[in-house]
């Protein structure tokens, strides 16, 4: 049976976002958390960009590094590079970084061959310029290629079919149908992606954008009918739903919809690993990260998600929670309680010293071997408290302790 898989793309189109950025180590906490959740890929960034060529390597070395308990860092989530669809960029790309899976984009409508590239490039134009991109990125070692038709959803179909068959052809295994300006909605996108998907015969994977509020429930209509063609589907999320302008789909909405609502809970299309047991967790580090609070409301992890008040509610959830709640606030990792100091607070960070260190890892149970393992641990932490530009979390002081040597590249930053 075809299967729905999650690519997220916090890390990409999430942090290109206008207002928001992240440090190469809150870049890299995010891939092994969206690892920890079972999510099938992250696309992790730019790899033209001198700025992430250390980032991505160094991620690429988690997938090799044994962690504590004796697996990899990274255990199975697929990195993935964005790069323009251009053979000059894809060369640089695979140069400099050890990437080996690239989803390659060009804009693909009528509206962009015209006014954006101004006429200069022909469709022939843009598929042979896709095709030697595709060509030059598996000789250079890439072991999965995707080719992005950027703003498909105002791309007409015969074109954005060609353009995956020559892909296909070329040795891409993926065709992103990005919906660049959330132009489409569920019943556009299905029949197109139906459309697609027996024409071109490859995976298809769905890029939406919440222009309308419909960036979920896209995704979704677009890798069902995707799926009922007998096409495996990607559906790419990012955390909170992040993104540009009104941002991409929710990576909890759009789990929790394929697994809770009414009739797609019972199709199992949904990739079984995914474990949101971890969601709550994560989606609280990357607000924190990008400085955005979580609205109240936000799909399962908003505080107002399992909160009742008015007297019909809260009876109803009392006597049964299923009576107000659709699923369980234990499927989110949600239901501890977090403890709040009010007394005495010692933190570490840039400025700090070596007894506040220890102090704060002794909370950790992490102890320190000796005086220059401390030492070389403060230097780490005040340099990653310098990126972050602000006090460092538990796994963050973890991921230092347990691999300095990583950390050390993932701080080092030379213009
Ligand atoms: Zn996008």
């Known amino acids: 049976m075809a299967k729905i898989r999650i690519v997220d793309v916090t890390n990409r189109d999430g942090e290109q976002t206008a207002r928001i950025v992240l440090s190469k180590l809150q870049k890299t906490i995010i891939n092994i958390m969206l690892d920890q959740m079972g999510i099938y890929g992250s696309e992790l960034g730019f790899p033209l960009s001198p700025h992430e060529w250390e980032y991505i390597n160094a991620n690429v070395d988690l997938t090799q590094i044994n962690d504590h308990d004796g697996e990899p860092v990274i255990r199975q989530l697929r990195l993935e590079g964005w790069s323009r669809a251009v053979a000059a960029d894809v060369e640089v790309a695979l140069r400099k970084t050890k990437v080996k899976n690239l989803n390659l984009s060009i804009s693909t409508s009528q509206q962009m061959l015209e006014w954006k590239f101004r006429g200069k490039f022909s469709r022939d134009d843009i598929i042979k310029m896709m095709t030697d991109a595709v060509r ?3 000789e250079g070692g890439c072991e999965v290629v995707g080719i992005n038709a950027e703003d498909a959803s105002r791309t007409d179909l015969e074109f954005l079919k060609d353009f995956g068959l020559a892909g296909k052809e070329a040795g891409a295994q993926i065709l992103r149908y990005c919906d660049t300006l959330g132009y489409d909605d569920p019943f556009s996108i299905s029949e197109r992606i139906a ?10 994977e769905l890029h939406c954008h919440n222009d309308l509020g419909l960036a979920v429930a896209n995704s979704i209509a677009g890798a069902v009918a995707a799926c009922d063609e007998g096409v495996d589907a990607y559906i790419n999320t990012t955390v909170n739903g992040v993104g540009e302008r009104a941002g991409n789909a929710d990576l909890v909405s759009v789990v929790l919809a394929l697994r809770h609502s009414s009739q797609l809970s019972q199709r199992g299309y949904l990739d079984e690993g995914i474990d949101l047991t971890k969601a709550w967790r994560l989606a609280n580090y990357v607000a924190d990260a990008f400085g955005l609070p979580i609205p109240i409301n936000q799909v399962g992890v908003g505080a107002n998600a399992f909160a009742h008040e008015s007297g019909i509610h809260a009876d109803g959830a009392l006597k049964d929670r299923s009576n107000y709640e659709l699923y369980d606030f234990e499927e989110l990792g949600r239901g501890q309680t977090e403890e709040r100091r009010t007394g005495r607070e010692i933190l570490t960070g840039q400025h700090g010293g070596t007894s506040g260190l220890e102090y704060v890892y002794s909370r950790l149970d992490l102890a320190f071997r000796d005086a220059e393992h ?12 310098l990126c972050n530009q602000k006090q460092l ?5 973890r991921f230092i302790y347990h691999h300095p040597d ?10």
């Open 393 to 397: 979390t538990e796994e963050e002081l």
């Open 195 to 204: 459309w697609l998907a027996r024409e071109v015969g490859m995976p298809l």
């Open 136 to 138: 030059t990125a598996l």
């Open 374 to 385: 401390t030492r070389q641990t403060l230097h780490l932490v005040q340099y990653a408290n």
């Open 406 to 415: 990583i950390a050390r590249r993932l701080l080092t930053l030379t213009p």
